[in-house]
Protein backbone atom coordinates (compact mmCIF):
# COMPACT_ATOMS: atom_id res chain seq x y z
CA UNK A 1 0.00 0.00 0.00
CA UNK A 2 1.63 3.36 -1.08
CA UNK A 3 2.21 5.83 1.81
CA UNK A 4 -0.63 8.59 2.34
CA UNK A 5 0.03 12.15 3.32
CA UNK A 6 -1.39 14.89 5.07
CA UNK A 7 -0.92 18.68 6.10
CA UNK A 8 -1.37 19.78 9.57
CA UNK A 9 -0.76 21.84 12.71
CA UNK A 10 1.68 19.81 15.22
CA UNK A 11 0.82 20.37 18.93
CA UNK A 12 3.11 22.07 21.28
CA UNK A 13 4.52 19.77 24.36
CA UNK A 14 2.25 21.60 26.68
CA UNK A 15 -1.28 20.84 25.04
CA UNK A 16 -0.33 17.64 23.69
CA UNK A 17 0.33 16.56 27.56
CA UNK A 18 -3.09 17.83 28.78
CA UNK A 19 -4.98 16.10 25.50
CA UNK A 20 -3.01 12.77 26.68
CA UNK A 21 -4.32 13.31 30.24
CA UNK A 22 -7.72 13.89 29.58
CA UNK A 23 -7.21 10.40 27.14
CA UNK A 24 -5.70 8.65 29.93
CA UNK A 25 -9.08 9.06 32.09
CA UNK A 26 -11.30 8.51 28.94
CA UNK A 27 -9.88 5.22 28.13
CA UNK A 28 -10.73 3.42 31.25
CA UNK A 29 -14.14 3.73 30.50
CA UNK A 30 -14.43 3.77 27.29
CA UNK A 31 -13.80 0.70 24.52
CA UNK A 32 -12.54 2.58 21.50
CA UNK A 33 -10.47 0.60 19.14
CA UNK A 34 -7.38 2.60 18.59
CA UNK A 35 -6.39 5.76 21.01
CA UNK A 36 -4.11 7.95 18.98
CA UNK A 37 -0.31 8.50 20.25
CA UNK A 38 0.39 11.65 22.09
CA UNK A 39 3.23 12.26 19.62
CA UNK A 40 0.50 12.03 16.91
CA UNK A 41 -1.95 14.44 18.17
CA UNK A 42 -2.58 16.92 15.24
CA UNK A 43 -5.02 19.70 14.11
CA UNK A 44 -5.43 18.64 9.95
CA UNK A 45 -5.25 21.23 7.81
CA UNK A 46 -5.38 18.89 4.34
CA UNK A 47 -5.24 14.92 3.58
CA UNK A 48 -3.42 14.43 0.42
CA UNK A 49 -3.99 10.84 0.55
CA UNK A 50 -1.15 8.31 -1.56
CA UNK A 51 1.12 10.81 -3.68
CA UNK A 52 4.31 10.78 -6.13
CA UNK A 53 7.60 12.84 -5.32
CA UNK A 54 6.78 15.01 -8.36
CA UNK A 55 3.07 16.11 -6.71
CA UNK A 56 4.71 16.35 -3.15
CA UNK A 57 7.31 19.13 -4.13
CA UNK A 58 4.52 21.15 -6.12
CA UNK A 59 2.60 20.98 -2.45
CA UNK A 60 5.64 22.02 -0.94
CA UNK A 61 6.41 25.39 -3.35
CA UNK A 62 2.56 25.90 -2.69
CA UNK A 63 3.29 25.38 0.88
CA UNK A 64 5.82 27.90 1.34
CA UNK A 65 4.39 30.27 -0.45
CA UNK A 66 1.34 30.15 2.21
CA UNK A 67 3.83 29.94 4.77
CA UNK A 68 4.50 33.78 3.79
CA UNK A 69 0.98 34.61 3.58
CA UNK A 70 0.17 33.63 7.11
CA UNK A 71 1.33 34.60 10.44
CA UNK A 72 1.35 32.70 14.14
CA UNK A 73 -1.80 32.90 15.67
CA UNK A 74 -3.44 31.56 18.78
CA UNK A 75 -5.69 27.86 19.33
CA UNK A 76 -7.14 26.46 21.99
CA UNK A 77 -8.68 23.33 22.88
CA UNK A 78 -12.26 23.42 23.69
CA UNK A 79 -15.01 20.46 24.51
CA UNK A 80 -14.60 17.09 23.41
CA UNK A 81 -16.73 15.88 20.32
CA UNK A 82 -17.09 13.32 17.94
CA UNK A 83 -17.71 11.99 14.44
CA UNK A 84 -20.37 9.23 12.79
CA UNK A 85 -23.37 7.87 14.60
CA UNK A 86 -23.99 8.47 18.04
CA UNK A 87 -24.85 5.58 19.28
CA UNK A 88 -21.09 4.09 17.67
CA UNK A 89 -18.87 7.15 16.71
CA UNK A 90 -16.20 6.57 14.24
CA UNK A 91 -13.97 8.75 15.84
CA UNK A 92 -13.49 10.99 19.34
CA UNK A 93 -12.10 13.58 19.20
CA UNK A 94 -10.36 17.33 21.09
CA UNK A 95 -12.52 20.62 19.87
CA UNK A 96 -10.12 23.65 18.64
CA UNK A 97 -11.06 27.03 18.60
CA UNK A 98 -9.26 30.69 18.29
CA UNK A 99 -8.46 32.71 16.01
CA UNK A 100 -10.20 33.02 12.40
CA UNK A 101 -6.55 33.27 10.88
CA UNK A 102 -7.06 28.88 11.17
CA UNK A 103 -9.71 28.92 8.47
CA UNK A 104 -7.78 31.14 6.35
CA UNK A 105 -4.71 29.05 6.60
CA UNK A 106 -7.01 26.04 5.50
CA UNK A 107 -8.72 27.74 3.00
CA UNK A 108 -4.99 28.35 1.93
CA UNK A 109 -3.54 25.07 1.89
CA UNK A 110 -6.70 23.46 0.29
CA UNK A 111 -7.15 25.95 -2.29
CA UNK A 112 -2.83 25.15 -3.14
CA UNK A 113 -3.44 21.44 -3.10
CA UNK A 114 -6.22 21.63 -5.23
CA UNK A 115 -4.14 23.47 -7.67
CA UNK A 116 -1.61 20.78 -7.24
CA UNK A 117 -4.11 18.37 -8.39
CA UNK A 118 -5.78 16.92 -5.62
CA UNK A 119 -9.64 16.39 -4.48
CA UNK A 120 -10.70 18.71 -1.88
CA UNK A 121 -13.10 17.67 1.04
CA UNK A 122 -17.01 18.78 0.40
CA UNK A 123 -17.74 18.32 4.16
CA UNK A 124 -17.03 22.18 5.95
CA UNK A 125 -13.81 21.83 7.80
CA UNK A 126 -13.99 21.11 11.29
CA UNK A 127 -10.90 21.83 13.66
CA UNK A 128 -10.06 19.31 15.93
CA UNK A 129 -7.57 16.53 17.41
CA UNK A 130 -8.23 13.07 17.03
CA UNK A 131 -8.36 10.87 20.19
CA UNK A 132 -9.66 7.27 19.32
CA UNK A 133 -11.07 5.26 16.61
CA UNK A 134 -14.14 2.90 16.08
CA UNK A 135 -16.38 2.58 19.39
CA UNK A 136 -16.84 -0.90 20.54
CA UNK A 137 -18.82 -0.65 23.53
CA UNK A 138 -21.45 -3.20 23.77
CA UNK A 139 -24.06 -0.30 24.77
CA UNK A 140 -24.40 3.23 22.74
CA UNK A 141 -21.60 5.87 23.10
CA UNK A 142 -24.51 8.01 23.76
CA UNK A 143 -25.20 6.51 26.98
CA UNK A 144 -21.80 6.54 27.73
CA UNK A 145 -20.75 10.16 26.64
CA UNK A 146 -23.04 11.17 29.87
CA UNK A 147 -20.11 10.25 31.74
CA UNK A 148 -17.41 11.87 29.34
CA UNK A 149 -14.97 13.75 31.68
CA UNK A 150 -14.77 17.43 30.72
CA UNK A 151 -11.87 18.28 28.44
CA UNK A 152 -8.88 20.73 30.08
CA UNK A 153 -8.94 24.32 27.94
CA UNK A 154 -5.03 24.62 26.73
CA UNK A 155 -3.68 27.43 24.20
CA UNK A 156 -0.93 27.65 22.42
CA UNK A 157 0.94 29.73 19.30
CA UNK A 158 0.47 28.35 15.91
CA UNK A 159 3.94 28.73 14.97
CA UNK A 160 4.19 26.04 11.78
CA UNK A 161 2.58 23.50 9.86
CA UNK A 162 4.08 20.30 8.59
CA UNK A 163 3.78 17.75 5.95
CA UNK A 164 3.26 14.46 7.22
CA UNK A 165 3.78 10.92 6.23
CA UNK A 166 1.54 7.79 7.20
CA UNK A 167 3.11 4.87 8.63
CA UNK A 168 0.60 2.04 9.19
CA UNK A 169 1.51 -0.58 12.19
CA UNK A 170 4.04 2.25 13.49
CA UNK A 171 3.38 3.69 16.52
CA UNK A 172 4.05 6.90 16.85
CA UNK A 173 2.82 6.26 12.77
CA UNK A 174 3.50 9.99 11.37
CA UNK A 175 6.49 11.48 10.30
CA UNK A 176 7.01 15.12 9.42
CA UNK A 177 8.68 15.65 6.13
CA UNK A 178 8.58 19.25 6.00
CA UNK A 179 7.93 21.96 8.01
CA UNK A 180 6.75 25.42 7.09
CA UNK A 181 7.12 28.55 9.70
CA UNK A 182 4.28 30.94 9.56
Known amino acids: MSPHYFIALPLPTQPAERVHSWKKQVEQ ?12 YHVTLFFLGAADSTKLQRVCAYMDEVAQEVTTFSLQTTQAGWFGKTS ?3 ILWAGVSGSD ?3 DLQ ?13 VEKRPYKPHITVARTWQGKHSFQDAAKALPILPSSSWEAKEFVLYQTHL ?12 LL
Open 107 to 119: KQVADRCEKAGFA
Open 169 to 180: GRQPKYERLETF
Open 29 to 40: DFPFKKWVHPND
Open 101 to 103: VLY
Open 88 to 90: SPR
